[in-house]
């Protein structure tokens, strides 16, 4: 990721987030949604934002998030100053489970040694 989308990258994460919790009237988003990562394309037009739910369905707060990105996009277009901004994709982050997975694999690997 060069240094500007990294910056861009920031700038969406407290943008978002702040629009997840406070402008969204939606009821699946008053469970706790934590921004983990965004990814940003090299020509910044296209951003996939990683997100963790705790107390709700993920796929359904992923739906919801995904429906509801127009309106999101405009929000963040009037927070931040961009020449474009970027399209936005929310999805479920599931490095966590995969971590542990490859852990548990390297455990069985380790044991049959």
Same mark, same amino acid.
């Given at each position: 990721m060069t240094?500007?989308?990294e910056k861009v990258a920031s700038l969406l994460k407290v943008a978002l987030s702040e629009i997840i919790m406070h402008e969204l009237n939606n009821p699946i988003f008053k469970n706790f949604i934590s921004i983990t990562d965004i990814k940003i394309g090299g020509d910044l037009k296209r951003a996939t934002i990683f997100f963790r739910v705790f107390s709700a369905d993920p796929k359904e707060v992923e739906a919801a998030l995904n429906q509801? +990105?127009?309106y999101i996009k405009k929000l963040?277009?009037?927070r931040i100053i961009? +020449?474009?901004?970027p399209d936005i994709e929310f999805k479920?982050?599931?490095s966590e489970e995969e971590e542990k997975r490859l852990l548990e694999l390297l455990d069985r690997v380790r044991k049959e040694k």
């Open positions: 240094r500007r989308s509801s +990105k127009g963040l277009s009037e961009l +020449k474009f901004m479920i982050d599931t």
